[in-house]
């Protein structure tokens, strides 16, 4: 039951007031909103389909968009439409808002995330004006859920120079990349759990497919993580890691 009512009011803000208050986070403001699930409605500028993932530009064009939709490859199979629907048209996007690459972004599980501004208004009765004109109580996410960017991240037993370490001896540049020259960062984005382990381990920015295995491969095999800390607590985080090919 309650995660039918998550499902159901996956959009809903919460109100604080019985005041008209503004409602609407543009993609903009998403920098003050780091490490916290929230909806961000803007426009689509530009969208990528690349063969890891398809990256959709909110409020600005690529690569200097002030927020990124990251579709995930094996992600889109979920979606009925092709995300292109969405170009040039005012959308809303709920998830958590991290740092990827340097700009910020919000992956995208399931299409539920992603609805129509105008949808977006009428399910918390938003005016034109962008103010809250009744309030609305929200469903808050399970406790448990990962966070996107707690207080202290998780860290690799030792240490980044444990983790650099750990690379040296064990990348094995595949010979197909080796030969093309292909050379670069892999990006593996993962969910540190309570007790070290990792789970959900996928490449979000790749190179040559042999490339993509191999980062995997290292990730799925190494050390455990010390867990991530926030507000006192130890708690499933996110983190992503890059393993260069050079």
Same mark, same amino acid.
């Given at each position: 039951?309650?995660?039918?009512?998550?499902?159901?009011?996956?959009?809903?803000?919460?109100?604080?007031?019985?005041?008209?208050? /503004?409602?609407?986070?543009? =993609?903009?403001?998403?920098?003050?909103?780091?490490?916290?699930?929230? %909806?961000?409605?803007?426009?689509?500028?530009?969208?990528?389909?690349?063969?890891?993932?398809?990256?959709?530009?909110?409020?600005?064009?690529?690569?200097?968009?002030?927020?990124?939709?990251?579709?995930?490859?094996?992600?889109?199979?979920?979606?009925?439409? /092709?995300?292109?629907?969405? /170009?040039?048209?005012?959308?809303?996007?709920?998830?958590?808002?991290?740092?990827?690459?340097?700009?910020?972004?919000?992956?995208?599980? %399931?299409?539920?995330?992603?609805?129509?501004?105008?949808?977006?208004?009428?399910?918390?009765?938003?005016?034109?004006?962008?103010?809250?004109?009744?309030?609305?109580?929200?469903?808050? =996410?399970?406790?448990?859920?990962?966070?996107? /960017?707690?207080?202290?991240?998780?860290?690799?037993?030792?240490?980044?120079? =444990?983790?650099?370490?750990?690379?040296?001896?064990?990348?094995?540049?595949?010979?197909?990349?080796?030969?093309?020259?292909?050379?670069?960062?892999?990006?593996?984005?993962?969910?540190?759990?309570?007790?070290?382990?990792?789970?959900?381990?996928?490449?979000?920015?790749?190179?040559?497919?042999?490339?993509?295995?191999?980062?995997?491969?290292?990730?799925?095999?190494?050390?455990?993580?010390?867990? =991530?800390?926030?507000?006192?607590?130890?708690?499933?985080?996110?983190?992503?890691?890059?393993?260069?090919?050079?």
């Amino acid at each position: 039951m309650k995660r039918t009512l998550l499902h159901l009011f996956f959009f809903l803000v919460i109100s604080t007031s019985m005041k008209a208050q /503004n409602a609407i986070v543009t =993609a903009k403001e998403a920098s003050q909103f780091v490490g916290q699930n929230i %909806s961000i409605c803007d426009s689509v500028y530009n969208i990528n389909i690349l063969e890891g993932a398809t990256y959709v530009s909110l409020g600005g064009n690529y690569p200097n968009a002030p927020l990124t939709l990251v579709i995930l490859k094996e992600d889109r199979q979920k979606f009925s439409f /092709n995300p292109t629907a969405y /170009n040039n048209k005012r959308i809303c996007a709920r998830g958590g808002i991290s740092k990827g690459n340097g700009s910020l972004q919000i992956v995208v599980k %399931s299409p539920e995330q992603i609805i129509t501004e105008q949808k977006y208004r009428e399910i918390n009765r938003i005016d034109e004006s962008g103010n809250m004109y009744e309030p609305i109580n929200a469903v808050i =996410a399970d406790a448990d859920d990962p966070v996107s /960017n707690p207080e202290t991240p998780p860290q690799y037993i030792g240490g980044m120079e =444990a983790w650099l370490d750990y690379l040296t001896k064990n990348l094995k540049y595949p010979t197909k990349a080796k030969e093309l020259g292909i050379k670069g960062r892999v990006q593996v984005l993962f969910i540190v759990e309570k007790d070290g382990s990792l789970s959900d381990i996928k490449v979000i920015r790749g190179l040559e497919p042999g490339c993509n295995e191999e980062a995997l491969r290292l990730v799925k095999t190494g050390t455990k993580f010390k867990p =991530a800390m926030h507000r006192g607590e130890v708690v499933r985080a996110y983190h992503s890691v890059l393993v260069r090919f050079e």
